[in-house]
């Protein structure tokens, strides 16, 4: 169980902050980004929760902020501990159970399609690029030596980043009215 007495240490102060396994890094680095961003898209999904978003998607939507905090936890704790909470090959799996439960219902798409349409809908596409950059963060920050990574990179975390934004996409289209109230890329439209 995580204990929280104190908001500030200031051992922050100078720019550097510290991993779960006591090592401490520049708040730049790409670690530090990536599980920052991980927070970012969590904070995001609870903006989207607290617009209301029905049923069964809401809940989906909290366990995937939770899962998000394991991401986060993960990438934090990078040694090899085997008590490290690792991102394991089952979150992948749920969120692909629930990608065919939504897409089954999806009209086929025919273009590319713009953020917009319904509010929920534009807000999960925003998630979705914040994912995106989160996934961008953890594959470069995986092509790193194990050194300036400061750490090894769990393959899994990768894999459960870009399964979750192709959800988000999805589950976008679904807030559209299953894809009847996309907005539609219509290429070279301004050239007309």
């Known amino acids: 169980m995580v204990r929280l007495d104190r908001i500030y240490t200031r051992s922050g102060d100078d720019g550097s902050t ?14 530090i980004a990536a599980y920052g961003t991980t927070d970012e898209l969590s904070s995001l999904l609870g903006l989207i929760l607290a617009h209301g978003i029905q049923e ?4 989906w939507l909290r366990a995937i902020q ?10 934090c704790v990078p040694s090899e501990d085997e008590k490290a909470l690792r991102v394991t090959k ?18 086929p798409l025919q273009s590319f399609i713009l953020p917009g349409g319904e509010p929920a809908a534009a807000w999960l596409h925003l998630a979705r690029t914040v994912c995106r950059r989160a996934e961008r963060l ?28 192709d959800f988000l996409f999805v589950l976008g289209r679904a807030a559209n009215g299953n894809g009847d109230d996309d907005v539609v890329w219509k290429p070279g439209a301004r050239q007309e």
């Open 66 to 75: 939770n899962d998000l905090f394991d991401v986060g936890a993960d990438l």
């Open 138 to 165: 953890v594959s470069e920050l995986d092509t790193m030596s194990i050194e300036d990574a400061a750490g090894p990179v769990n393959p899994e975390v990768l894999i459960y980043l870009n399964r979750l934004s």
């Open 56 to 59: 069964p998607w809401g809940s």
């Open 18 to 31: 510290g991993l779960g396994d006591g090592k401490r890094l520049p708040k730049h680095h790409v670690r």
């Open 90 to 107: 089952v979150y992948t799996a749920v969120l692909e159970g629930q990608i065919d439960v939504v897409n089954e219902d999806l009209k």
